[in-house]
């Protein structure tokens, strides 16, 4: 099963939209300026490090940027079968299954920067990552401090993150390192976000959530507050007011998904913190994350879905210099049951040894059978790998192929 992951404040960066700007997702962020009323093409492509870091900054130019790349993604028919994502990710998330729509999603966004941005104003709050020390052991530094200091976020093992006031974040670290802390290391922000300094933001939050028409995710969304999956529409609203002041429970969320199944798990948006966080957890090989940043990110992700390594694919590929403009393609099931390839495509499943060649179709073309309906092509082109093991079940929207479509002028 494959996963999307949205991050969260603190993987924004300068230029980060330029790789896209001559990609259609691009459009996405011009029309969130136009509906927010701010220059959010500017905060993806000119706007340095100071003002990025601004929270309402920080937030929207993130929350927008993952967008992008998920409409780029989705163009080319990867879907999930579940989604979560850290802290403001959780909101891309919730328009990923499309709990909530861009504009509501904008709205809540811009709300919910402004209110964090105020509450830090007003209650002047720090955070810091304590590394290499367990849950009980940074949950006990922070009560023994005595003071305003709380875990924030359960990160991965050996990785949580603590905030409050100052002084108490720095108590708590003291503490955490005489009980066997390796490191302790501060994060360059305004505020205690995740904790109860973060109230007056979820008073104005509530607000704004009151005023949203939220739909039943699809698919379910794992939240931060519970790490459980979510997908009634009358849940959201409390959820995301109860996050603002409690603990991004972000270990927790990534156990889930692997529990449910998830053998890929894909970061949309800036960065790449989520996917170094999920490798620390992964069980084995055969479960993979990835981050996509930028179209050849993309690229690289449809590539290893398709189980070929980018170095064959380049010496396959005689056309020197190709970008990922919309030639790969993903072929879908089109109902959910047990999956079992066209004869001509059994050399390109998982695990198979030998020559691998490309196997060309035209429109219509069998890709093979789940239970007993037919998946058919909807491109011409070569298919270049079977994404899926005959015999494994999959659910209706699965990726089961990818192929390099052929356009007219080859045909």
């Not at 603590?162 to 974040?169: D, P």
């Not at 079977?386 to 007219?408: F, K, Y």
Request: proline share 5%; charged share 20%.
């Amino acid at each position: 099963m494959l996963a999307f992951t949205f991050p969260g404040q603190g993987s924004q960066r300068p230029g980060m939209g330029a790789a896209w700007q001559e990609h259609p997702s691009f459009e996405l962020a011009r029309d969130a300026s136009e509906l927010t009323g701010r220059d959010v093409v500017a905060l993806l492509l000119d706007a340095d490090q100071a003002t990025l870091t601004r929270t309402d900054n920080a937030q929207l130019a993130t929350f927008v940027m993952s967008l992008v790349v998920l409409d780029a993604a989705e163009r080319i028919g990867l879907e999930p079968g579940l989604c979560a994502g850290h802290s403001l990710g959780e909101y891309s998330a919730l328009v990923a299954s499309g709990a909530i729509d861009l504009e509501s999603g904008l709205q809540l966004v811009v709300e919910r920067g402004a209110a964090m941005q105020h509450a830090a104003e007003e209650n002047p709050g720090t955070m810091a990552a304590v590394l290499g020390l367990d849950d009980d052991g940074v949950e006990a530094a922070c009560l023994r401090a005595e003071a305003d200091a709380w875990v924030a976020n359960y990160n991965a093992p050996g990785q949580v993150v603590i905030a409050g006031s100052k002084e108490a974040v720095a108590e708590a670290g003291t503490l955490a390192k005489e009980m066997g802390a390796k490191k302790v290391l501060p994060i360059p922000v305004g505020g205690a976000f995740h904790t109860p300094l973060m109230t007056p933001a979820r008073d104005r939050l509530r607000k704004a959530l009151g005023t949203i028409t939220f739909h039943a995710p699809e698919p379910a969304v794992i939240a931060n507050v519970d790490a459980r999956a979510h997908s009634q529409a009358e849940e959201w609203p409390r959820l995301l007011s109860a996050q603002l002041c409690s603990p991004v429970r972000w270990r927790q969320t990534v156990e889930a998904l692997l529990a449910a199944g998830t053998q890929s798990l894909i970061e949309l948006g800036p960065g790449g913190v989520l996917t170094g966080l999920a490798r620390r957890m992964m069980p084995s090989h055969e479960t993979v994350a990835a981050s996509v940043a930028t179209p050849d990110d993309l690229q690289r992700v449809v590539e290893m879905l398709a189980g070929e390594s980018a170095a064959a694919l380049a010496a396959a590929d005689q056309r020197a210099g190709e970008r990922f403009h919309m030639d790969e393609r993903l072929v879908l099931a089109p109902a959910a049951g047990l999956f079992q390839p066209a004869d001509e495509l059994a050399s390109l499943t998982p695990g198979q040894r030998g020559e691998r060649r490309a196997v060309d179709l035209e429109v219509g073309g069998l890709v093979g059978l789940v239970g007993g309906t037919e998946i058919r092509s909807a491109f011409a082109g070569s298919v270049e790998g079977v994404l899926v093991l005959p015999g494994e079940r999959v659910s209706s929207g699965q990726p089961v192929a990818w192929l390099r479509a052929r356009h007219e002028e080859e045909r």
